[in-house]
């Protein structure tokens, strides 16, 4: 039923997704540093599966940065799908020693949209904190939020995986590694892991550095807790590239894994795949997929963020679906995301994303001309 | 006492406003296409009662559109006023079914002031649900917010109407329509009516559509949940013109009366008419004028919009009065609001409103007017 | 160990320091109407203690407007830190007319962070009220909020400092004015009074008012709250100038002191000076440094704003610290405010503000000059 094709773009498709392929075919014909893969999933079924570029073959496998967060918020659901996790219940309810220094009232729900305070810890957490299933958390209990929990919110880029992580061993047992590889990844069969196994080494391609304009941007304010929180202490880690950090596979950030692996990620949740049944159902979707905050970000310092449950909100600078999509990008370039309504899974990762970072606007370009492509009727 | 006008504006006046009326004059002259009539009461009585244009004259009626939420607006404060409605209980203690899908939480003050999430229904709503008074708010019931209830606030266009109509149900056993007709419009002889009644259908003046200016405006962001709430299903319906509609009355947009009777209504409320007691306290008064939500409205998309209980507030954009003022436009061009500080109640509709819609500002230049050449002293 | 100084800028600063010292010294010597204070503690240790200018001596003493505010902020902390005041708990606990009109679940921690909607009372206070312990609170307790609490916070101008007055009133049965003498000032020394003591009035020097550009500015948008909350009824006072202003020390706004004196303060609070323990533990200070509020506010209707406990954060237009740095700037140019990071403690005074008010440009200069040259580590 698919199409195969045999360049510059190679892979499969569905007939009908031909055309939406020639801005990518432009772009790796007209420049030697793009190297891409995509991949679709419609109501379970792969309509897309393409790559191209010199860096990237269909298996390679990439750390898309915080797209990885997607692992967190579908574990998230699948807790709360078996009724373990009350996203309105008090975290302390489920980990006593976070309700110090004034976050006993911190809601699950709170915690995970970004809102309790805590994009970093006092003092800075280093970095062999941040890789490690526990000692970031247990910092992180400690500290008082940056601010009063519920009055703001602000992108915990890296600490929402380990409080996460933190909460789903309270919850389950099992770190978030655990639960994601056994009650996700393994049984779906998903090509996206947290902590590469072994083995699969020689399938990973590097995060290759952004290229910065010639004429240097002008200076934009910072702001302090944004300075703050990219600080860190002790030596720097690249967290894509360097060994320490894509063998933990942190959830915030450095998972590893192909466009592929991402989609049928999404599409086993929501559709299920292969003729199954999806792991959740249509009412946590609803669920974890509602809109939880929306406005100015404390960390980033921009105006207009949004979040539900640990994913991305559609923004007009990220324009990914309506009013129930979800997803999440990453900071060179990467994104996957869903269209409840349509059915629509959709990944895209790129070896050298496009200055000055976030997604890639050709992935949007492409999820939208996708999206059109195979609409059949209007969404009810 | 007051001064009857012989064109191109007809009706009475206060001595002291005639001046302001240069400017509606002028546009008279100036349109063939524009028609208005205003009407204000300064602490009870009327001192303005005028119309101009030659689609109308001083009995028509027509459907304001938003206007009509004034209605909902003043019968809630009627019974809050009476102890039968508690602005801060759970909606879901009046109305059980509504509790469902992480609504149990939702307060009759956040359901009143745009913060419940529910501008639309899931599936949408059809045409012959929203022209009923419990179709569509079973379905709402039945739909997940769009947004975590009181996270946020988006303009509940339509749907706002069939929540408080079945609020009002619930709490009184009457709809909307009738606690109105009964308790509000006849004992104080309003002319502005929920549906139509028979025999006035000849005083109907249809709402003319707005002029496009030639030049198409630039395409600006539409938000997706705003292109999804305006979508709808099945056939279109004419909310002002379409018989069902104003025969219905639809509480948010489809009442239908005169300025006269709009004015009169808000006076009838705060300060009294003929002599007469008002009908709400000052204290009730000022508990619905409070401010409960200014910002970012998630459905409009636009950055500065503001409410009480079901009222609009003054905001840039809509200059209409101090702190305590309240009052709602509508689509094209029409507006109603109160000062209670200086007891005016105001009201002005338009045939045909002028591009791009909402408010129309000669409203708000003639109130100002009107405002300043009745002031006697400063406010306390 | 400190260098003394012998013109245009006068006292004795740390030598590390002088280079920072150049720009005041072109600004005096440019402008016969500059005149000010400005003062630092490291650690504990005065680190600077200049002034320059005709207007104003190392001992003058002058009303810094809401710079006062620090006194109401460090007083609430030390109420805190002696578990006397729990900022969660509900005003009315502590004085139960203040839950009349709606106020019955407003919190300590709303009421301290600008969030209780009572920048004014109904009718207007006046000054007689103003300048009083308890009358303006009296008047507040019985006033519908302008908002409904938390929904939005706007800054209390004046208000505040009643408010805050009373509550500590109805904790320790001493007002705000006394806690302050007693348990502050008097004990660390500090040269700021609320109420100028007898035998004080030959050094203070007038707040002289600011020079308007020659050009009008553009007419800009006035928030009707900004208008009424400026209002005010009967005779205007100078909160700064006039005796009955400055004899009572309103804890808002005209408080009276020298730079010395509120750097001083901060030190005392934070660090303790002259070896001893700090009067604030580092877990208070961190409570009260906390932001509660950012963004719009609803009086001065600027879109950027922020506070914690009484005192302000940082934003992009007050640049003064980092993610725990909490301060208050005056209406006409002076600062005072506090890094607990890096133990640096600052105050500036002016007696000619710039156009158009708000903190003086050059002390943001001056402190970040100061910080970077007395920075030994990066903080942890």
Redesign the interface.
């Known amino acids: 039923m698919l199409t195969t094709l045999t360049g510059p773009i190679h892979g499969t498709v569905d007939p009908r997704l031909i055309e939406t392929l020639a801005p990518l075919a432009a772009a790796v014909n007209g420049d030697p540093e793009y190297s891409f893969q995509a991949a679709a999933y419609r109501k379970g079924a792969c309509v897309l599966d393409i790559w191209g570029g010199r860096h990237m073959s269909g298996d390679s496998i990439i750390v898309p940065y915080s797209v990885t967060k997607n692992t967190i918020g579908l574990s998230i659901a699948l807790l709360v799908e078996r009724g373990l996790l009350d996203l309105d219940e008090r975290v302390a309810y489920y980990w006593p020693q976070f309700g110090a220094?004034?976050k006993k009232d911190v809601t699950v729900?709170m915690l995970l949209s970004h809102q309790a305070g805590l994009p970093q810890a006092r003092?800075?957490l280093t970095w062999d904190e941040i890789l490690d299933h526990h000692a970031a958390a247990e910092r992180l209990a400690d500290t008082?939020?940056?601010?009063?929990p519920g009055?703001?919110f602000g992108y915990h880029a890296i600490t929402i995986g380990n409080l996460a992580d933190e909460l789903v061993y309270r919850v389950s047992g099992r770190t978030l590694h655990e639960f994601y590889e056994q009650e996700i990844r393994r049984p779906h069969d998903i090509d996206f892991y947290l902590g590469l196994p072994e083995g699969m080494e020689e399938r990973r391609v590097p995060v290759l550095p952004m290229t910065p304009p010639v004429a240097p941007a002008p200076a934009s304010?910072l702001p302090?807790?944004l300075?703050?929180v990219m600080?860190g202490?002790g030596p720097d880690v690249d967290l894509a590239n360097d060994e320490a950090s894509w063998r933990f596979g942190h959830p915030a950030g450095s998972g590893i894994g192909s466009a592929r692996g991402l989609a049928r990620l999404f599409a086993a949740a929501v559709t299920g795949v292969d003729g199954g049944a999806p792991f959740l159902s249509a009412?946590t979707v609803?669920?974890v997929g509602?809109?939880?905050?929306?406005?100015?970000d404390?960390v980033l310092g921009q105006a207009h963020r949004s979040h539900s449950i640990v994913f991305q909100k559609?923004t007009?600078g990220m324009p990914f679906?309506?009013?129930r999509?979800f997803g999440h990008d990453g900071a060179q370039g990467c994104f996957a995301g869903m269209e409840p309504d349509t059915g629509l899974a959709f990944a895209y990762t790129v070896a050298r994303g496009p200055w000055p970072g976030g997604a890639d606007p050709r992935a949007f370009t492409l999820l939208r001309a996708v999206g059109e492509s195979l609409a059949e009727v209007?969404v009810?």
Chains 1, 2, 3 share one sequence.
């Open positions: 220094k004034g729900r003092p800075l008082r939020p940056y601010w009063q009055s703001a304010y302090p807790l300075i703050e600080g202490a009412d609803s669920v509602q809109q939880q905050v929306r406005g100015y404390e559609p007009p679906g309506g009013p999509a209007t009810p």
